[in-house]
Protein backbone atom coordinates (compact mmCIF):
# COMPACT_ATOMS: atom_id res chain seq x y z
CA UNK A 1 0.00 0.00 0.00
CA UNK A 2 1.26 3.54 -0.57
CA UNK A 3 1.49 5.63 2.33
CA UNK A 4 3.25 8.96 3.07
CA UNK A 5 4.24 9.75 6.42
CA UNK A 6 5.03 13.59 7.99
CA UNK A 7 6.73 14.52 10.93
CA UNK A 8 6.68 16.32 12.87
CA UNK A 9 2.43 16.69 13.34
CA UNK A 10 2.77 20.04 14.31
CA UNK A 11 5.30 22.61 15.38
CA UNK A 12 5.43 26.07 16.61
CA UNK A 13 8.18 28.67 15.44
CA UNK A 14 9.05 32.07 16.08
CA UNK A 15 9.19 35.00 13.24
CA UNK A 16 11.64 34.94 11.33
CA UNK A 17 13.33 31.43 12.36
CA UNK A 18 13.99 28.57 10.05
CA UNK A 19 12.28 25.16 10.59
CA UNK A 20 12.10 21.58 8.65
CA UNK A 21 9.70 19.14 8.12
CA UNK A 22 9.89 15.54 6.82
CA UNK A 23 8.06 13.25 4.69
CA UNK A 24 9.06 9.52 4.62
CA UNK A 25 7.19 7.81 1.89
CA UNK A 26 6.32 4.02 0.20
CA UNK A 27 4.97 5.01 -2.99
CA UNK A 28 6.41 3.00 -5.83
CA UNK A 29 7.20 2.94 -8.53
CA UNK A 30 7.72 7.03 -7.45
CA UNK A 31 7.07 9.71 -10.48
CA UNK A 32 7.33 12.67 -8.43
CA UNK A 33 6.77 14.37 -5.05
CA UNK A 34 5.00 18.09 -4.45
CA UNK A 35 4.59 19.74 -1.43
CA UNK A 36 1.60 21.94 -0.74
CA UNK A 37 0.84 24.69 1.41
CA UNK A 38 -2.82 24.82 2.74
CA UNK A 39 -4.12 27.55 4.98
CA UNK A 40 -6.91 27.34 7.10
CA UNK A 41 -10.09 25.58 5.05
CA UNK A 42 -8.60 26.33 1.78
CA UNK A 43 -7.59 24.38 -1.00
CA UNK A 44 -4.13 23.32 -1.14
CA UNK A 45 -2.02 25.25 -3.39
CA UNK A 46 1.49 23.78 -4.87
CA UNK A 47 4.79 24.75 -3.75
CA UNK A 48 7.01 22.47 -5.27
CA UNK A 49 7.21 19.73 -7.65
CA UNK A 50 10.62 16.91 -8.17
CA UNK A 51 10.90 13.93 -10.11
CA UNK A 52 12.77 11.23 -9.38
CA UNK A 53 16.47 13.24 -10.91
CA UNK A 54 15.61 16.54 -8.68
CA UNK A 55 17.72 16.49 -5.27
CA UNK A 56 16.51 20.21 -4.53
CA UNK A 57 14.04 22.67 -5.56
CA UNK A 58 13.29 25.94 -4.27
CA UNK A 59 10.23 28.76 -4.45
CA UNK A 60 11.54 31.92 -2.30
CA UNK A 61 12.13 31.32 1.14
CA UNK A 62 10.75 27.39 0.28
CA UNK A 63 13.68 24.50 -0.58
CA UNK A 64 12.80 21.27 -0.31
CA UNK A 65 14.85 18.37 -1.06
CA UNK A 66 14.24 14.72 -2.33
CA UNK A 67 16.60 11.47 -1.70
CA UNK A 68 15.02 8.90 -3.92
CA UNK A 69 17.26 6.07 -2.54
CA UNK A 70 16.11 6.47 0.85
CA UNK A 71 12.10 7.58 -0.07
CA UNK A 72 12.66 10.71 1.90
CA UNK A 73 11.57 14.69 1.41
CA UNK A 74 12.15 17.79 3.36
CA UNK A 75 10.90 20.91 3.43
CA UNK A 76 12.87 23.59 4.63
CA UNK A 77 10.97 27.52 5.62
CA UNK A 78 13.71 29.98 6.13
CA UNK A 79 13.17 33.24 7.80
CA UNK A 80 9.27 32.40 8.67
CA UNK A 81 6.66 35.01 8.26
CA UNK A 82 3.46 35.20 10.06
CA UNK A 83 1.89 34.04 6.54
CA UNK A 84 3.75 31.04 6.36
CA UNK A 85 1.47 29.49 9.24
CA UNK A 86 -0.63 26.85 7.26
CA UNK A 87 -0.53 23.06 6.88
CA UNK A 88 2.58 21.83 4.79
CA UNK A 89 1.06 18.29 3.13
CA UNK A 90 3.70 16.12 1.03
CA UNK A 91 2.03 14.28 -2.20
CA UNK A 92 3.44 11.60 -3.78
CA UNK A 93 2.44 10.43 -7.47
CA UNK A 94 3.55 6.99 -8.77
CA UNK A 95 4.42 6.21 -12.18
CA UNK A 96 1.63 5.09 -14.31
CA UNK A 97 -1.40 5.97 -11.54
CA UNK A 98 -3.06 8.83 -11.47
CA UNK A 99 -4.52 8.75 -7.54
CA UNK A 100 -1.90 10.67 -5.52
CA UNK A 101 -1.25 9.77 -2.51
CA UNK A 102 -1.43 12.28 0.70
CA UNK A 103 0.25 13.00 3.47
CA UNK A 104 -1.77 14.37 6.73
CA UNK A 105 0.47 17.57 6.78
CA UNK A 106 2.47 19.09 9.25
CA UNK A 107 0.61 22.31 11.02
CA UNK A 108 3.07 25.40 11.43
CA UNK A 109 1.74 27.92 13.29
CA UNK A 110 4.56 31.21 13.30
CA UNK A 111 4.23 33.56 16.71
CA UNK A 112 5.56 37.05 16.42
CA UNK B 1 -5.53 31.22 -7.81
CA UNK B 2 -6.01 28.03 -9.59
CA UNK B 3 -8.80 28.70 -11.44
CA UNK B 4 -10.77 26.35 -10.05
CA UNK B 5 -13.91 27.45 -8.65
CA UNK B 6 -16.14 25.31 -5.90
CA UNK B 7 -19.69 26.39 -4.54
CA UNK B 8 -20.89 26.50 -2.10
CA UNK B 9 -18.57 27.80 0.10
CA UNK B 10 -20.08 26.56 2.84
CA UNK B 11 -23.13 24.34 3.65
CA UNK B 12 -24.92 23.25 6.53
CA UNK B 13 -27.01 19.40 6.29
CA UNK B 14 -28.99 17.33 8.90
CA UNK B 15 -28.38 13.54 8.90
CA UNK B 16 -29.89 11.88 6.06
CA UNK B 17 -30.07 14.51 3.80
CA UNK B 18 -28.74 14.94 0.52
CA UNK B 19 -26.18 17.31 -1.01
CA UNK B 20 -24.76 18.41 -4.67
CA UNK B 21 -21.26 20.15 -4.63
CA UNK B 22 -20.37 21.62 -7.78
CA UNK B 23 -16.91 22.18 -9.29
CA UNK B 24 -15.37 24.29 -12.61
CA UNK B 25 -12.54 22.82 -13.52
CA UNK B 26 -9.32 25.32 -15.07
CA UNK B 27 -9.96 26.00 -18.61
CA UNK B 28 -8.79 23.70 -20.40
CA UNK B 29 -8.51 20.91 -18.30
CA UNK B 30 -10.76 17.61 -18.29
CA UNK B 31 -10.28 15.81 -15.56
CA UNK B 32 -11.64 16.64 -12.01
CA UNK B 33 -10.75 14.57 -8.93
CA UNK B 34 -13.22 14.67 -5.95
CA UNK B 35 -11.45 14.65 -2.29
CA UNK B 36 -12.74 14.34 1.30
CA UNK B 37 -10.51 16.07 3.59
CA UNK B 38 -11.50 15.62 7.52
CA UNK B 39 -10.05 18.29 9.85
CA UNK B 40 -6.73 17.96 10.82
CA UNK B 41 -5.98 15.06 8.23
CA UNK B 42 -4.73 14.79 4.31
CA UNK B 43 -7.14 14.81 1.55
CA UNK B 44 -8.86 11.67 0.78
CA UNK B 45 -9.66 10.53 -2.94
CA UNK B 46 -13.02 10.25 -4.00
CA UNK B 47 -13.24 9.33 -7.57
CA UNK B 48 -12.03 11.28 -10.47
CA UNK B 49 -13.71 11.85 -13.82
CA UNK B 50 -12.40 12.04 -17.48
CA UNK B 51 -14.41 13.18 -20.08
CA UNK B 52 -17.48 12.65 -18.59
CA UNK B 53 -16.47 9.45 -17.22
CA UNK B 54 -15.68 7.75 -14.00
CA UNK B 55 -11.88 7.00 -14.41
CA UNK B 56 -11.55 5.59 -10.66
CA UNK B 57 -13.25 5.59 -7.13
CA UNK B 58 -11.33 5.72 -3.91
CA UNK B 59 -13.02 3.70 -0.89
CA UNK B 60 -16.26 5.41 -0.51
CA UNK B 61 -19.69 3.97 -0.35
CA UNK B 62 -22.16 4.35 -3.27
CA UNK B 63 -23.96 7.04 -1.64
CA UNK B 64 -20.84 9.20 -2.96
CA UNK B 65 -21.77 9.53 -6.72
CA UNK B 66 -20.50 12.24 -9.43
CA UNK B 67 -21.02 14.02 -12.89
CA UNK B 68 -18.91 15.75 -15.22
CA UNK B 69 -20.48 17.97 -18.15
CA UNK B 70 -19.33 18.43 -21.61
CA UNK B 71 -17.52 21.83 -20.26
CA UNK B 72 -15.87 19.28 -17.83
CA UNK B 73 -17.44 21.18 -14.88
CA UNK B 74 -18.22 18.18 -11.97
CA UNK B 75 -20.85 17.59 -9.28
CA UNK B 76 -20.33 15.54 -6.40
CA UNK B 77 -23.71 14.33 -4.45
CA UNK B 78 -23.66 12.44 -1.74
CA UNK B 79 -26.99 10.94 -0.28
CA UNK B 80 -28.02 10.02 3.23
CA UNK B 81 -25.41 12.44 4.58
CA UNK B 82 -23.98 10.79 8.04
CA UNK B 83 -22.54 13.01 10.79
CA UNK B 84 -19.10 11.36 9.72
CA UNK B 85 -19.55 13.32 6.49
CA UNK B 86 -18.76 16.61 8.04
CA UNK B 87 -15.20 17.60 5.87
CA UNK B 88 -13.61 20.00 3.48
CA UNK B 89 -14.32 18.59 -0.19
CA UNK B 90 -12.02 19.89 -2.53
CA UNK B 91 -12.33 19.64 -6.22
CA UNK B 92 -8.80 19.72 -8.58
CA UNK B 93 -8.75 19.13 -12.06
CA UNK B 94 -6.10 18.42 -14.42
CA UNK B 95 -5.51 17.54 -18.09
CA UNK B 96 -3.68 14.45 -18.88
CA UNK B 97 -0.44 15.57 -20.80
CA UNK B 98 -0.10 19.22 -20.16
CA UNK B 99 2.08 20.20 -16.88
CA UNK B 100 4.12 17.85 -14.57
CA UNK B 101 2.25 14.30 -14.47
CA UNK B 102 -0.49 14.04 -12.55
CA UNK B 103 -0.15 17.80 -11.53
CA UNK B 104 -3.88 18.95 -10.03
CA UNK B 105 -4.99 22.53 -9.28
CA UNK B 106 -6.96 22.94 -6.37
CA UNK B 107 -10.45 24.29 -5.85
CA UNK B 108 -10.95 26.87 -2.35
CA UNK B 109 -13.17 23.49 -1.05
CA UNK B 110 -16.59 23.35 0.46
CA UNK B 111 -16.97 23.17 4.11
CA UNK B 112 -19.91 20.93 4.63
CA UNK B 113 -21.32 20.37 8.17
CA UNK B 114 -23.43 17.69 8.86
CA UNK B 115 -26.04 18.09 11.88
Known amino acids: KNQVEQSPQSLIILEGKNCTLQ??????????LRWYKQDTGRGPVSLTIMTFSENTKSNGRYTATLDADTKQSSLHITASQLSDSASYIC???????????FGAGTTVTVRA | ETGVTQSPTHLIKTRGQQVTLRCSSQSGHNTVSWYQQALGQGPQFIFQYYREEENGRGNFPPRFSGLQFPNYSSELNVNALELDDSALYLC??????????????FGPGTRLTVL
Open chain 1, 91 to 101: VVSARGDYKLS
Open chain 1, 23 to 32: CNYTVSPFSN
Open chain 2, 92 to 105: ASSSPGQGAPNEQF
